[in-house]
Structure formats: structure tokens, C-alpha cells
């Protein structure tokens, strides 16, 4: 098989920072891809990436993921945990623990794993897991950037069903979910699973046979990552000016610039859900951008009017050095540039917009505009 791998230590931070760039405000932290890949390195494990057309076609795929809010974990809930007197028995094998559940239950091993989305975490976490199993990980994801739900893979939006799932939290507990009646309630119920784990959990599911996979992955992608962390560290390097080789990178724009001035967010049903509000600054002077997130960023309003919003991508990125910045670490006082790139086009159809991922799929009563044609009338 051909295939990419990560090499060196700096490889797996090139990786996880174009994963990160990529993840819009979520897709796991980076701290915890970059602990699972600095692990495996030191055990001499081969962390690499295949092209799909490479898996055969009587192979079953599986994904496995991390579930759950990417909120801080408050003292209220640390206190909690040890009043139970629970202990963390998996720790990062809980994704594979969670593979192999799902290949018992259905009764045939998983001879392929498939990234659900990109991000620090969510990405990085099951290459590190398929190098442990020897198991080949695809050079694709199901989102081509991150998402908060399974709503928003291209599973769903081609007709594909993600269960049986199994769940494996951090504390050693298992539940396989064996059917549910659709894929709303699917994630509604994984998302229970990771708030009674105290706010995430690991799950394998969308068992696919290879063909399958192929048809709905998004190729590619993990490559791509590589090239832009990369790309972006290079960039920063020989000065340039790396939000500039980003957005040449990713067919992207250049959308705002500022300081945030201010982020409200809560903790709630398995999500984190925000507002990042950016005060403008150079070009931007007197100007506002308001980037509201459900895990992810999803909508935002430019001078309180709507403006770009999913199945489009806003990231926001530290200025000076390209950083993506997740919606767990944004604060107050950074001084962030907003990328904008196209989503998939296939979340851009009637039935994409209105069933997972259009403004109106998350309660704002906003017609989307596609990004291209907001950028036109800039």
C-alpha cells in the first residue's frame, strides 16, 4: 500500500496544527493528538495514512471518534468524579478498546478505520489507534472539517446509518448501541453516553464495508492537513505571513481581523454553544464579527448582519502565527484573523442545508448565502 507517514516529531505537529486550522473551533484538542502521537513515536509505533482505492473491497471500515462538549471541565465536575471514587483505567486506549468492541459485536474483525472529522484530537487520535492495532487508517475523513454531530458526516447525507456503535468512556465502561430509529436519535443518545462520562467518551461506529466508504470519504484530506500545518509553520519562519499562505492553501478568505472583546458559552446536553465577539482592527476599524459556535463555529454576523455561516467554514486564527484556535482555549484579548473556505458541496443541497447542516438546522432563522457569492459583493 502506498501511504504517508509521520515520521518525526515535527511531522506530528505540522499534522495537528493543519488538523486543528481545519477543525473551525473544535475537533478534539491538540493537546490531546499531540500526547497520543509523542506516545507513539516513543513506543516505535508507525503513525501513516493510506490512499483508500488501497483497502480491499471485502474489508470492513469502522470510525472511531471522540463524543461529547469540548467545555472546560468545571471543579464541580472534578469533585463529582472523585466523590464516585472513579479512575481513569483507559485513559487514550479507550478508542481502541472501542474498535474492538464494535468487531465482536458484529462479529468480524474492523480491517480499516476512517477518520469522522479534522481536528487536533478527532484526527489525530485514530491514526495513533490504528497504528496500535495494525489496522490501516484512509487518507480521508467523513466531514472535511470538524462537526459536532453525525448529522454533518457524509454517512447520513448519502443515506448511510451509523449504528451498532460501541462506547468505551475513559472509566472502563462499555454500551454497544445496537439500532436506533434514526440518526438524530443516534446522536442524542451518544451524547447522553458522554455526559454521563462527565463530558466525553470514545465510540466506533459507522461500520462500512470498503466500497462503501469509498463512495461517501472525503480523499485526501489528511494529506492536505499536512501540507498546510506545514505550509503554515514554514510561512511563519521565513516571515511571511502564514494567514496568507493558509488562505492560499485552502482556496479560502481572508474575512475579518481584530481582538476578541468578548465570549459567552455554555455547557450543555453533551455541546458546547458560544459566541466569539471580535472587535475590528487595521482595514476592520469599527467594525464587529460575532462567530457563534455549537462545539464548532456555524453562523456569524458581520456588523450585526448575517454573514457566513455552515455548511461554510469560519475559522479564527491567532495573527501572528497562523495558529488555528479552538473554542475551548479563545479568550479575551487574542488578536485573531478570520479565514473563511467553501464547504463540501454536498451539504450545500436543499436536503444538506435543511436536515444538518444549514443555519436553520441550528435555530437561526437565516437564509445561507454561499461564501463565494458573499465574497463576490465584498
Known sequence: ????????????????????????????GPEWGERMLRSALDEGLTIEWVDADDIPDDVWTATPYGMGSIAPVT?????????????DRLGDTS????????GNYLGQPIGCLVCAE???????????????MGIPVVDGDYAGRAVPEELQGTPFIHGKHSWPVANVDRWGNIAIIKYTVDSYMLERLGKMLAVAAFGS?????????APEMKEVLVHGTLTKCLALGRAIREAREKGDDPIDTAVEITGG??????????KEWEDRDGYMFGTNHVKGTGDYEGQTLDVWFKNENHVSWLNGEPWICSPDLVI??????????TNTQIKEGDEV?????????VFRTEFGLDRASGPRYFGFDIDYVPIEDLMRER
Open 253 to 262: 478568505w481572508r474575512l475579518f481581523e481584530g481582538v476578541v472583546s468578548g
Open 75 to 87: 471543579q464541580e465536575t472534578l469533585d463529582k468524579i472523585e466523590e464516585m471514587g472513579l479512575e
Open 201 to 209: 467518551t470514545t465510540q466506533a461506529g459507522t461500520p462500512l464495508p
Open 1 to 28: 500500500m502506498g501511504s504517508v507517514q509521520l515520521q518525526t516529531w515535527q511531522d506530528c505537529e505540522d499534522f495537528v496544527r493543519g488538523c486543528v486550522f481545519m477543525g473551525t473551533g473544535g475537533g478534539g
Open 337 to 345: 484573523v478570520a479565514v473563511g473556505i467553501k464547504g463540501l458541496e
Open 95 to 102: 478508542m481502541a478498546e472501542a474498535v474492538k468492541e464494535l
Open 316 to 325: 479564527l486564527a491567532r495573527k501572528e502565527s497562523g495558529e488555528g484556535i
Open 118 to 132: 479534522l481536528g487536533g484530537g478527532n484526527s489525530a487520535a485514530p491514526l495513533v489507534t490504528g497504528a496500535r
